[in-house]
Structure formats: C-alpha cells, structure tokens
C-alpha cells in the first residue's frame, strides 16, 4: 500500500498512515461533535464538542493499532513475521510476510484481534458505567468507544476472508481437511460472497431507504471485501504454483560478471542497451563482492556515469541473502518479501551459480497459469 506516512516503530514493527486515514478521522470526529455529543448532551460549549470528537477519534484510532498489534504479536510468538501494520480508510491492514504453517497458529492470530477489541470495548463500557452520572463528556466518549470496539469486534469475526473470522473459518476448514489448499479456496469465496452481500446490501439501503450514505459506505467495503478476497485467492494459487519449483528451475544462470572498479559507464555501454540483462554480479578473481542492478545505477544522474565505479554504488555481499539450487521457490519469494530484496546470488559449494529475481518468479507463475496447470 503506497502514499503512507511511517509513523515510526513499536515492537520492530512499523506503523504507517495511509492518506485516506484522514478521510475517515475527519468523518468521525464531524460527526461526533455536530451530530452525536450535542444531540445526547446538549446545551454544552461548541469547543467541547470538538475536544472530545478530537480525542474520541483518536482514541478510536489506538484501538484499531491495538487490534492490529494483537494480531502481530500473536503471530510473531508462532513464526509469522509482520513487517508493518497500516491504517486506511477501513480500519487496519498487518503486512505478513508469510502465510501460517499451522491452523492452530493461524487460529490464534486472527482471534487476537477481535478479542483485544472486545477487552477494549469491556473497558470503555467500564469507564462509561463509573462516569455516566458524574462526568458527562467522558462518560459520551467512552459509550462511543465501548460500542465501536464491539462492533469492530463483530465485523471482524464475519466468515469472509480476508476478514479475521474468514481466517478463523479457514484455519478450522485447514484443520478438519488437512488440506490448506482447499480450505482457503471456500474461504475465500465466501468472502467474495460476504462482498457481494454488502454490495447488495448498500443497493437495498439507497433504493429503499434513500440513505446514500450509509449505502455507499456499505457498497464501497462490500467492493474492498471481494477485491481483497480475490486477491487473497490468487495468492493461494501462487503459492502453490511456486511450492513446485527450485531454485534452480527458476534462477538466470548466464549473469554478466563485472569488475567493481569498472564505471557505470563502461557498464551501461557494454551490456545493459545491448542486451536484456537487469543485474550483474560483481567479482574480482572469482570472489563475489556484490551485485549491481538498473535499480542501482538509476540511483546515479548520467552525468556522474563516468566517474562512479561499480562498487560505491553496488549492494556489497554482506547485505545480500543467498539462495541455494535445492531450496522452494516459495521460500525465496517469501524471504524476498521479509528483507524487500528483488534478487538473490543463487550458490552452490560456495561459488555463485547464478541469479535468482523476482521476476523470474512472477514469469515461472505466468508461464504455469498460461498452461493450466
Ligand atoms: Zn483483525
């Protein structure tokens, strides 16, 4: 997901701002100060209002991290890194980095999040219940709180995947069946189904009760479900496309090898206009020190093509992860996607053999989806 603010790192895990975040923060807190506080609280200040739909929505906003942070840390206790967690118009978004191995696992990490919410929403109601007949603006915030916490709760728990009850449907589907393959498949139609519903849903609302706005909105997640479980399904294809293969089957063995003191330059002019070669590896006296792509070199202005070598600008071997002939295509993608690398020197008893990218991989699941299989 692009246009994100990073918003800095909890727990080694990253925390971005989407910029349609600000859309929905500004609708909460409008329509908590207009509509919601001076309506059950009248008679108070105008600035109040604002405060608290101010830090209402903010708070909101820490209970959806705390929901996405249930689910991160749960899965990270079972061996499932996330990288970062996002927020968006529609709530919050954990980047894994790999799917679960276990239905068990994958079990524990999609009830985390509705359960922290559902605690979360006992809180507020607890807060509500001590301040209700003493302190009215707190007791109106948290009332809100509780009740949305809940309901994020529950709209979590809804059996479509990619929703968190989707997951929690398909790691009990996994665990009957034995088989990921088949499970995720029902799984995530009937999250395209769960969509389609609020699509339908949202229709019904504008036609019959002429509430556009509720009808869109309804519309408009109905739509982001069914993408998202599309989207999820194609993924489960990939992966299984991809189990098939090695590296060796996927890798590009005839990689030009270039000197690191040859200049860009000499580089530019003697492969990369001539041929459709993407990456070099970079060695001196058969040692790798590194490799070098056109992602490297456009980090260089063609002025300054002369007179910059190859290893001040190349990605040196102590930051590249290697890949071995024998291991899972799958497994390459994975750590490709845990380290945001695009390739990988593929060595065999301690000499680089080729190059394995993330192209390669994406052509292999073109070519196998093209034949069928
Ligand atoms: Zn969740």
Not at 105 to 119: D, R, T, Y
Not at 268 to 278: D, I, K, M
Request: aromatic letters at 12%; a positive charge.
């Amino acid at each position: 997901m692009g246009n994100a603010f990073n918003l800095g790192r909890v727990f080694g895990i990253q925390f971005r701002l989407h910029y349609t975040w600000f859309i929905i923060f500004i609708l909460i807190t409008t329509s908590l100060s207009w509509q919601l506080f001076p309506g059950s609280y009248p008679g108070r200040p105008l600035l109040l209002y604002w405060g608290i739909g101010i830090v209402t929505s903010l708070l909101f906003f820490v209970s959806v991290l705390a929901h996405e942070l249930a689910h991160s840390l749960v899965g990270r206790a079972h061996g499932i890194p996330i990288r970062s967690i996002t927020l968006f118009i529609f709530g919050g978004i954990a980047e894994m980095t790999k799917e679960a191995t276990r239905p068990g696992a994958e079990f524990k990490m999609a009830v985390a999040g509705p359960a922290c919410s559902l605690v979360i929403g006992g809180l507020f109601a607890l807060l509500y219940w001590f301040t209700r007949s003493t302190i009215e603006p707190i007791a109106a915030m948290a009332y809100w709180l509780a009740y949305i916490n809940v309901a994020l709760a529950v709209f979590n728990l809804i059996p479509g995947f990619p929703l968190d009850g989707g997951r929690v449907f398909r790691s009990i589907l996994w665990r009957v069946s034995d088989n990921y393959r088949r499970s995720s498949r029902i799984a995530t139609r009937v999250g395209q189904g769960v969509g389609y519903l609020f699509i339908l849903g949202g229709i019904v609302i504008i036609f019959v009760l002429h509430d556009w706005f509720s009808g869109l909105w309804l519309v408009f997640i109905g739509w982001f479900l069914e993408n998202a479980a599309s989207v999820s399904y194609r993924q489960v294809q990939w992966r299984e496309t991809l189990h098939g293969f090695t590296v060796s089957q996927a890798m590009t063995s005839d990689c030009p090898v270039i000197s690191p003191s040859a200049t860009v330059n000499q580089v530019v002019q003697e492969y990369a206009f001539a041929t459709e070669h993407r990456c070099f590896l970079v060695a001196e006296e058969g040692r790798l020190m590194g490799i070098l792509t056109l992602h490297n070199i456009k980090t260089v202005s063609q002025p300054d093509w002369g007179v910059t070598q190859v290893k001040e600008i190349m990605t040196p071997v102590d930051k590249l992860k290697v890949a071995y002939p024998d291991q899972d295509a799958l497994s390459i993608l994975e750590q490709m996607n845990e380290s945001n690398v695009n390739q990988m020197p593929v060595v065999s008893e301690g000499r680089v053999i080729g190059l394995i990218a993330r192209d390669n991989l994406i052509r292999l699941l073109r070519i196998r989806s093209r034949s069928g299989v």
